[in-house]
């Protein structure tokens, strides 16, 4: 199964000449940890919640005056729609990351994927191996009596 189907198909995005500001004001309206940097069409970025405790609030920085391009993620990590959960995770792992835009060549942006979102399908995924496992077990199988 392919990533697209785990992710927030509603992307959410902002222009690189937003403010902090604004574009914090933004997700905390819609509730969303990152935002997209888009700018015609494409993905230049991507702003989260890290970024502005680390890039914004640590360094004291004005987010009144502060564009978005300045303090954004980039160049930005992303997945195709085509790979795979397991992908995905190995991606956030090795960069340190916990959202990642779900791409399309072709189309562009489809989606964004967070990390607990890809960590709740695997524990999905595992709490029905083990179900399949102990019926498994449990059943009477070859050999039984």
Known sequence: MGVLNLSKRKVTSTHPSATVQETVEKMAELEI??????????????????????RVVATRLNPKELPISE???????TVLASDSPEDALRIMRECEIRHLPVVDPKVGVLGILSLPLLLNHRID????????????INADGPGGD
Do not use: C, H, W, Y
Not at 125 to 136: K, M, V
């Open 71 to 77: 303090v954004m993620s980039s160049p930005t990590k």
């Open 125 to 136: 995924q595992l709490n029905s191996e083990t179900e399949s496992l102990a019926a498994f």
């Open 33 to 54: 940890s990152a935002i997209l940097v888009m700018e015609n069409g494409e993905l230049r970025g991507i702003f989260t919640e890290r970024d502005l405790l680390r």
